[in-house]
């Protein structure tokens, strides 16, 4: 992978309007772009986000993608007039049209994407922003960001998967207790519940997603494409399938794998004595 500086992206395609990408170093920044909205999802946000993610998700000069929000907002959820009211009266078929790309990238190519993703949450995250916080594989928030599942509060289930995402991190009581009050909780909260990993100061939060990212680009990429696939997928397994599964995917990581990861460390370890996998990563080739 090219480290290269700051650049736009894509730089000729076309003009991403509702989202904005940065690449830096293996790292790319994408940010939900419409803080005047506190970066509400509307159906063209959405569809650019497919583009987005399928081609970043290419790009050789891009090892991590972070998801953010511009301003002071993560998201405030899906567009309450332009996803809700606008389409609510169109005949169903319309209607599933234009909200497909939500679904498309909130979470089916999220949780399948060959990149490992974190969710950086510096402000206001509500509702359908839930759904793509868990869908990226990791999640760190401002200690004093605001989440909500505000959903109860305009007489509304959490739908667009959103409660998947709850119940996949959050255990049943406070689940049940957000999903019912609606009460605002904060980052330090999110971190509490296992919604998000950590928690910091705002201040620190750009340098310690920076810092994350770049320990993840460190690592075998395809060794870690491997690893997050699985903990997505054991999750559902009993002890035979996964056992099964493990090994079956631990082949294939093998037999995929360009740089040679596993026999590098054994040899770094036992022959060369150069490193000691409990402590670090094995030294990686180019
Ligand atoms: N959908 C559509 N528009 C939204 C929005 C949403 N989810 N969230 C915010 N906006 C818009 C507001 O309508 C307002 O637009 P306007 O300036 O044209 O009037 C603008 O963003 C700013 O919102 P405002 O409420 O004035 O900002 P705030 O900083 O005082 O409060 C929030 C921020 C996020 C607490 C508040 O906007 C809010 O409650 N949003 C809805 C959250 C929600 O329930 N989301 C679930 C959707 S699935």
Redesign the pocket.
């Known amino acids: 992978m090219s480290t290269q500086s700051t650049r736009e992206y894509p730089q000729s395609e076309r003009d991403w309007k509702y989202v904005k990408v940065e690449i830096e170093n293996g790292i790319a920044w994408v940010s939900l772009n419409r803080p005047?909205?506190?970066n509400?999802?509307?159906p063209p946000l959405n569809d650019e986000m497919v583009e987005i993610l399928d081609a970043l998700e290419v790009d050789e000069s891009v090892g991590v993608v972070v998801l953010t929000g511009s301003g002071?907002?993560f998201s405030?959820?899906?567009?309450?007039?332009?996803?809700f009211r606008d389409l609510d009266d169109l005949p169903y078929a319309q209607q599933i049209r234009k909200r497909r790309s939500a679904w498309q990238w909130q979470w089916r190519m999220l949780l399948r994407y060959s990149k490992p993703t974190i969710a950086m949450v510096n402000g206001?995250c509500?509702?359908?922003?839930f759904t793509p916080l868990v869908a990226c594989d990791l999640a760190i928030a401002a200690e004093d960001a605001?989440f909500?599942l505000?959903?109860i509060?305009?007489a509304?289930l959490p739908g667009?998967n959103?409660l998947q995402a709850v119940i996949a991190t959050m255990n049943l009581r406070d689940a049940m207790y957000y999903v019912t009050t609606g009460d605002p909780f904060t980052g330090r909260k999110a971190m509490e519940m296992g919604l998000v990993n950590e928690a910091v100061p705002l201040a620190d939060l750009k340098d310690r997603t920076t810092a994350l990212a770049q320990q993840l680009l460190s690592k075998n990429p395809t060794v870690l494409r491997g690893a997050k696939a699985a903990v997505r997928q054991v999750k559902r397994l009993d002890w035979e399938a996964s056992d099964e599964y493990l090994t079956a995917k631990n082949a294939q990581v093998r037999l995929l794998d360009p740089e040679g990861g596993r026999a590098a460390g054994l040899t770094q370890f036992l022959d060369e004595k150069s490193f000691r996998p409990g402590l670090g990563g094995y030294q990686r080739n180019g």
């Open positions: 005047e909205k506190r509400a999802m509307n002071d907002s405030g959820g899906m567009d309450l007039k332009e996803y206001w509500f509702g359908a922003a605001t909500g505000s959903e509060n305009w509304m667009g959103v």
